[in-house]
């Protein structure tokens, strides 16, 4: 039971333990960058299996079609643009925050995304991480 004081729990925060598989912060945030873009072109195959069906729809509409019809394949083709709708807004967000991230925490000199090194390996702290050690000459942040 994690510290527990008389009759209190107290719980500390989970933590990751360290593993060599894990990406860098580099890594990282190119497969985020990556996942995005994946998803954007799949989000492209849907609009155009829309518009597909529309023009489909369209070439074998006859005077004599109903106007259910209509209407119920107009809501049908509305409600798949609103949730690539959706999706798209949800895409922006993770690209703004992806990018806030970005800012964040590399240089702002940086003429390639390779040449970037975390920001926090200028500060001096104790904190040093494997992307860390990629830009010092030890190993140790500086």
Same mark, same amino acid.
């Given at each position: ?9 107290? &719980? #500390?925060?989970?933590? /990751? ?14 497969? %985020? $960058? ?35 019809? &209509? #209407?119920?394949?107009? /809501? ?14 949800? %895409? $922006? ?50």
């Amino acid at each position: 039971m994690p510290n527990a004081r008389k009759g209190i729990i107290i &719980l #500390s925060m989970p933590e /990751i333990p360290p593993q060599h598989h894990r990406p860098n912060i580099c890594q990282t945030t190119i497969d %985020l $960058l990556e996942s995005i873009a994946l998803e954007e072109m799949a989000l492209s195959h849907v609009l155009n299996a829309e518009a597909e069906k529309i023009q489909y729809f369209i070439g074998h509409l006859s005077p004599c079609t109903p106007t259910e019809v &209509l #209407s119920d394949f107009n /809501i049908i083709i509305n409600e798949t643009l609103e949730t690539v709708i959706m999706k798209e807004w949800l %895409l $922006l967000r993770k690209l703004e925050k992806v990018t806030r991230f970005y800012t964040k925490h590399f240089s702002s000199n940086c003429q390639s995304f390779s040449d970037c090194k975390p920001n926090h390996c200028d500060t001096g702290s104790n904190y040093c991480e494997t992307s860390c050690q990629m830009y010092t000459k030890k190993g140790n942040c500086r």
